[in-house]
């Protein structure tokens, strides 16, 4: 078995030992241009056009959840990568818990009012503020998939009411589950915290505007985990400074790195993180893919392919 790999910054020789190792038998290599040689797997992230064109390929994996940068060059070039090839993506290998980390120590971050207490701090001030109850501070997360469900189950488990929006409904004990564009409304009017998980599609980019912003509750706060396509940076700010909105934690931007001119750098009620949400964990990752290969392999029924009409 013959496998390519690609990704601009990680660490490929591990990965290729790594791959060898849980693969016995197979042969692994790095793609460089050039590389015409044939594959049977192509493991990606960002990858050049030229690499998975024409290639007989078994099956594609992204080295990532969201798969809209291979996507998104599929529309400029369909010849890339034809629909009889299987494009999958990773499911959790390790995220989940790394949303959970981050939505969880936000959500209380807010919760217990940690960004009033470091304005004082600025100003000396010391003064007890009354307490958020956590009727009043509901959950709503966008995007119930595999990494929305894991951090729905994280904030049950802290005792706060939760809601999440999504294209089918959910029957999770404890959590009130929203459907399709005729319940978003509904979903956003009792929604505290926004926390997006959505993946970027055509239906979602631009999603979270002024309009939508406008239907929360108000001194609510977002968290945006997926991408930064996902918001209109211009009416969140608008939001933020009209006091609709408390606050916003962002992981991810239109355009990353951020541009130094961004005004989300100096906003004070704007907090952020580099895309660092949830990385790929090497090595839960080559398990899962190795796994899958397996399968594949053998015919057996197989998770975490893309359904491409879709988007996700
Ligand atoms: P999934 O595909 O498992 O879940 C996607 C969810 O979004 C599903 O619940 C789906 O609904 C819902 N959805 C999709 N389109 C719509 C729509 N038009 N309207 C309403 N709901 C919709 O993805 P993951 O949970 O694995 O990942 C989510 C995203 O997180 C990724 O696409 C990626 O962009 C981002 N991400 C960010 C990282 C970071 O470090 N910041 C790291 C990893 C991922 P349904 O259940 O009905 O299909
Ligand atoms: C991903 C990401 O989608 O890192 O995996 O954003």
Redesign the pocket.
Known sequence: MEIIFYHPVFDTPWWINALEKALPGAKVREWKPGDNRPADYALVWHPPVEMLQGRKLKAVFAL???V?SILSKLKAHPEMLPLSIPLFRL?DTG?GLQMQEYAVSQVLHWFRRFDDYQAQKQESCWQPLPEYQREDFTIGI???????SKVAESLLGWGFPVRV????QKAWPGVTSF??QAQLGAFLSETRVLIN?????A??VGIINGALLEQLQDNSYLLN???GVHVIEDDLLQALDSGKMKGAML??FSREPLPTESPLWRHPRVAMTP?????TRPQEAITSIAGTINQLERGEPVTGQVDRERG?
Do not use: C, F, K, Q
Not at 165 to 168: K, T
Not at 275 to 279: F, G, L, Q, R, Y
């Open positions: 990532g959840a969201g809209d499911e995220m966008m995007g119930a998939g595999v990494l929305g929006w999504s294209r089918s459907a399709g998980l959505l993946p970027n599609t239906e979602t985990l997926a991408r992981d991810v895309h660092i949400a949830a990385v996700y």
